[in-house]
């Protein structure tokens, strides 16, 4: 069975799980939790970097962090991961969702400028496959009705728009560590936050409201209760195996690339002769192979070759049902039709890539798809 992902799970990871055991101390905010922010803060421009225990709570942090208050209006894809949306959701927020670009599922920054306006909270770009969103005119946009961006930066780590880093462009970025991303812990997130002026509070409210991270740094005599928190911190078990990941961030993502490039190589005659679409990335970014996916023609022939493949034991998902049509927020929905991201919903399919996965088995991946549309495969 070829599985859609496999963890990379490297045996020098359990030498570093060890050492956080008999360090002692296995809760937030350890050795390994210090290693992995510095680490990330030194290879991402400097940003304040917290662990989170899952991207979905490093956006309800973020969401905290703007202040939504009920009715504010946050703009986001609708062609996302629920928990973009259910990080402002619990906040109260009026959610505002727009489509994707027509040949790319990551939201169109022209259609984020019909609906911004001077309620809008938050922009939240999603960077689909870790392929960037058009940054600028998000930017722009925000500085002219004063709102903060959050990037959900779930699938972006390593990626780039412009050269400058993902996560790093907006006010505060969130990550996943999640064992389907590129780098992971299991279950796992950070929160990157650029400006010194939201640090402080961040720091508090990861740390359940309270001033705890400043005592420890001796700024502050005692610490208690400050502002509203939760608990964001992963144990520092989580945070060593993370490091394991970490420090093989480069391999790791060439490995990935190699496959990337191994697909698009070998499924480009189908594009050529029309049987499907390709991912693509415009100029302004760099990706770090996150996902290999394809676009087929209707819902019909994604049924027919998910169905086709797992006869040949080949396991291919598809994911994100449009959220403006879902059953929690069709109510909801101001009806703006989102043609573009029910077209992704319907008829994209992604195909597996993990770091362990073998050429041999990729191979058989690509002959079965070949042999779908009818066509010999030079590598079967
Ligand atoms: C994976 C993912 C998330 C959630 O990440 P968790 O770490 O599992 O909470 C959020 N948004 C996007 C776009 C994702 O791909």
New binding site residues.
Partial sequence: MIPFNRPFLPDRAIGYIAEAYRSGKVSGDGLFTKRCEAFLSARYGSRRMLLTT???TA?ELASLLCRIQPGDEVILPSF??V??ANAFALRGAKLVFVDSLPDHPNMDPARVAEVVSPKTRAIVP?HYAGVAVDMNPILQMAREVGALVVE?A??AIEARYQGMPLGTLGDFGAF???E??NIHCG???MLAIRDAEHVGRAEILWEKGTNRSAFFRGETAKYGWVDVGSSFLPSDILAALLWSQLEAVQAITARRFRLWERYFDALEPLRRAGCLELPTVPPFASHNSHCFYLVLPDERARSQLIEHLKRRDILAVFHYQSLHASAYFADKHDGRLMPHADRFSDCLLRLPLFHDFRDEEQDRVIGAIHGFFGIESRSA
Avoid: I, P, R
Wanted: charged content about 15%; aromatic content about 10%; hydrophobic content about 25%.
């Fill in positions: 899952s991207c979905t956006l996302t991961f928990s973009t999603v959900d779930a699938q996943s560590f999640h389907t991303k279950e796992g997130g």
